[in-house]
């Protein structure tokens, strides 16, 4: 009989079972906020004894830290509550978007310990001076990590473009093409650091690692699993999480919302095309609209607020024409996908409530399912925790999740 069944792996052996249960423990924890022993058998269906082995393990490593007794209200001794440890691993996230670097440390419980932010016009630089300079605000973070007792398991990059495979293959709003990211910050901060062992680097599109943050930190949270996150700043990047789960498409390209066409015959815009959705509803679109320089950047959204709080006539068109815009795209992607909600960050937060109601219209008016109307509470602000900074080093942090014990170990290397 022909067998077209995809050949099965070898058999998990003691040790991965091990490893995989290590995991699975330390997640509870995570997850939990605080749990005893006797809660995390049942939560994940091992038996104490198993727990109670896994738990010293990662006591002795220093992933998990004992906070005095608790009392179920039942017979017997009360649990002894365990909690992430504050000190020990921890994540380095890096955003490099087009006019300011933001680099933060996480903790393994998802707190921001360490947050720096440099103001700067990146589109005139070259990338490796960009890259370096990320890489000394990197340095910085870490040093103030260190006195807290934090140790970094690695470094995630975010940008503002096409990435894969360690390069950014595109960033129109940069002027960046085929930048080997991960190498050259790599390079700048060891070179920053000699002393210290080389951080593994990775990296991702900005609007896909701020989604994550909005995930893990913020309405995810909540419950919503499934949103479309669009993030306004310089250009518009978006991402789309279903299920818990980052959409990635079949190259990793999938988001890209910002270059959308709403005027085939419109403005050109950096990627080369005509009438991208951000050359209408992007920041420079908005400020341009309202009679402020393009490049006034976040003194120019400041600007921009003010004169909406005073109802100047001409800020206000500006929003309104720039949510049309977003409500007509936004709504293609809802009837797609169907999310639960619409999430709005970057300068649309800081904006929504003035923005909103156009945007609201139009997705009234274009959904086709009729679910969707101004009164739901569909279209939402993103969570102030969830920025693409914190995402990146909050991804960082989950892989210390996935797997301890490749941490563990490479720390005693």
Same mark, same amino acid.
């Given at each position: ?181 991960? !190498? +050259?910050?790599?390079? #700048?901060? %060891?070179?920053? &650091? ?6 593994? @680097?990775? /990296?991702?599109? =900005? ?89 006034? !950047? +976040?003194?120019?959204? #400041?600007? %921009?607020?003010? &004169? ?6 001409? @800020?206000? /068109?500006?929003? =309104? ?93």
């Amino acid at each position: 009989m022909n067998n077209n069944l995809t050949p099965l792996g070898p058999k998990a052996d003691k040790a991965t079972v091990r490893r995989h249960n290590l995991s699975l423990v330390l997640r509870a924890v995570h997850d939990a906020g605080e749990a005893t022993r006797a809660g995390i058998a049942t939560r994940v269906g091992l038996t104490r004894a198993a727990v109670s082995s896994l738990v010293e393990q990662l006591l002795e490593y220093g992933f998990v830290t004992e906070w005095g007794k608790t009392s179920s209200g039942q017979v017997g001794r009360p649990g002894t509550v365990l909690k992430v440890a504050r000190t020990g691993p921890a994540g380095l996230g890096a955003e490099i978007n087009v006019d300011y670097i933001a680099v933060c440390v996480v903790d393994l419980a998802g707190t921001d310990r360490v947050r720096l932010v440099e103001h700067v016009d990146n589109r005139v630089v070259q990338p490796s001076e960009v890259l370096a300079r990320a890489a000394q605000l990197a340095a910085r973070a870490l040093g103030s990590a260190a006195e807290q007792g934090l140790v970094p398991a690695g470094a995630h990059v975010a940008v503002p473009g096409l990435v894969t495979g360690g390069t950014v293959r595109q960033a129109p709003n940069l002027g960046w093409t085929r930048v080997a990211i991960e !190498g +050259l910050f790599a390079q #700048a901060l %060891l070179a920053l &650091r000699p002393a210290h062992r080389a951080l593994p @680097v990775s /990296s991702d599109n =900005e609007a896909n690692v701020a989604a994550l943050a909005e995930l893990w930190y913020g309405a995810g949270t909540e419950g919503v699993r499934s949103f479309l996150y669009l993030t306004g700043e310089i250009g518009i990047g978006g991402a789309l999480v279903l299920g818990g789960e980052l959409l990635r498409g079949a190259h990793g390209f999938a988001g890209e919302i910002g270059h959308m066409v709403v005027d085939p015959d419109g403005v050109l815009c950096r990627c080369g095309a005509r009438g991208c959705l951000e050359q209408y509803a992007g920041q420079g679109a908005l400020l341009k609209a309202a009679g402020i320089g393009t490049d006034a !950047g +976040l003194l120019g959204v #400041a600007e %921009l607020r003010r &004169r909406a709080r005073q109802a100047d006539p001409a @800020v206000l /068109s500006a929003i =309104e024409r720039a949510g049309r815009q977003l409500g007509v795209v936004v709504s293609g992607a809802v009837n797609l996908f169907d999310p639960d909600a619409v999430m709005l960050g970057g300068v649309y937060r800081e904006l929504m409530e003035w923005l909103a109601p156009a945007v609201e219209a139009e997705l009234a008016r274009r959904v086709v399912s009729g679910l969707w109307s101004q009164d739901r509470g569909r279209l939402r602000a993103a969570s102030p925790l969830g920025d693409a900074a914190r995402g990146a080093a909050g991804v960082i942090v989950r892989e210390v999740l996935a797997d301890p014990a490749a941490y563990a170990e490479r720390d005693d290397d």
